[in-house]
């Protein structure tokens, strides 16, 4: 029953369909751009709908018509946000008469995707028009086509910041800036398949960051309601989700600087650091910043970590609950376990999903990082090329396959026992 009319919704969504009462004239419906359903704190389910125009769309909910709400009202920059609670024993939701997917009572299947969107940025430019130099849109539909639950975005959606260059034709034409023309081009278009399969858990990127495209973020997946006339948020709690047996923390690292620290953000990251310990057992950690994520360095020496939060956390490791972190930021795949004189779980970064990927080392042990938290890679991988990851529930922990643009397993890895590890290279 979740996938019915997933294709067509995809289509109607574009075109603008509506839908008209039964037994009256048809009716002129708002034109529906987007729409999905995205987890919230505690476990909240929202479905949402872009519109092109003031009024909202009607949502069926179990045979019973529902006018959402407006979340955010139109302004020169975006359209009319819609949103309504869905509620947890919902068995079935259309919005302008076509199915959306529901959450699973169990989840099976995750995708998870980050750092997807085209570049654009001063001299900085991909040619958006290319798959093999932007493949976001490819990546997206094969990463429907794997049937998941459930999708993790670790964030950053929208890089086209400054105009195509003069005479650059992978480019012309792009919109640019934070406004909803950019973030249909950058991502909800492409999207638009995998928005159709699953609900999402949304992660704020840097990307997102105010004076970047926080104010579209904070409209569009943004948790909290959007007070009209509010300036941008630069910082967001952490938020728990429980689906089932799954527990997620929902953490915004948007703002804490890579390679400087930031001494009046450390208090903050230090309390929510240490709150983590009152999370449920086990709990995953998603953040788009990874804390001790890997690049190449000189002579090809895996290197990073993020100072400010290296510096919040110091040595006393990440509290126990917490037994998988999930991140993006760093373009590439990565598999890290780590050791040193405190706890730290293992990590997967994902932010492999569109934008120019980042050079780093096959084998990631003994990285050098920032700061004297103590910590070191054990054992680490890193995979090259675009793509995308599936975690799968199995008997004793999840497999971890990670899928090349089309949809193919580059490599079988996993996440068992307290590791993560990837399978030899053939």
């Not at 890089?159 to 650059?168: H, I, T």
């Amino acid at each position: 029953m979740r996938r019915v009319g997933l294709a067509a919704l995809g289509l109607c969504f574009s075109l603008g369909c509506g839908i008209a009462p039964t037994g009256h004239a048809a009716a002129p419906a708002p034109a529906v751009d987007a729409a999905w359903i995205q987890y919230g704190p505690g476990g909240s389910i929202e479905a949402r709908a872009v519109v092109a125009a003031p009024g909202c769309p009607r949502a069926r909910i179990d045979g019973v018509e529902h006018r959402m709400q407006v979340r955010a009202a139109a302004n020169p920059d975006f359209p009319t946000i819609c949103r309504i609670a869905v509620p947890r024993a919902a068995r079935a939701i259309a919005i302008a008469g076509h199915a959306i997917p529901l959450p699973a009572a169990r989840v099976r299947r995750i995708v998870v995707v980050g750092d997807t969107g085209c570049r654009i940025q001063g001299a900085i430019v991909q040619d958006c028009a290319d798959p093999r130099r932007w493949p976001f849109p490819q990546l997206a539909a094969a990463a429907a086509r794997a049937r998941p639950d459930l999708v993790i975005d670790v964030g950053d959606y929208l890089y086209r910041e400054s105009a195509c260059p003069v005479g650059n034709t992978g480019c012309a034409g792009s919109p640019y800036g934070d406004r909803w023309a950019t973030w249909r081009a950058d991502f909800f278009a492409p999207a638009a398949p995998l928005l159709a399969a699953a609900p999402w858990v949304v992660v704020r990127g840097n990307h997102e960051a105010c004076g970047r495209a926080g104010v579209g973020w904070l409209r569009l997946l943004g948790p909290d309601p959007v007070a009209p006339g509010e300036a941008c948020v630069p910082h967001l709690a952490p938020y728990r989700i429980t689906i089932g047996t799954l527990h997620l923390v929902v953490l915004d690292d948007a703002n804490a600087p890579d390679v400087r620290r930031d001494a009046a953000l450390v208090p903050t990251y230090r309390r929510e650091f240490a709150a983590l310990a009152r999370a449920p057992a086990p709990s995953w950690l998603l953040m788009h910043r990874p804390i001790w994520g890997a690049i190449a360095g000189p002579l090809d020496i895996p290197i990073g970590g993020n100072a400010t939060l290296i510096a919040a956390i110091g040595r006393r490791g990440i509290p126990a609950p917490i037994r998988l972190m999930l991140a993006g930021h760093i373009h590439s795949f990565e598999a890290l376990n780590y050791g040193g004189a405190q706890r730290v779980p293992p990590q997967l970064i994902a932010g492999f999903g569109g934008d120019r990927l980042d050079r780093t080392p096959r084998e990631l042990g003994g990285a050098i990082f920032q700061g004297d938290s103590g910590v070191k890679v054990t054992r680490g991988v890193s995979i090259p090329g675009f793509g995308f990851i599936v975690l799968r529930r199995a008997a004793r922990g999840w497999d971890v396959d990670v899928h090349d643009v089309a949809g193919g397993v580059e490599r079988r890895c996993w996440f068992r026992g307290g590791r993560v590890g990837c399978a030899r290279r053939r």
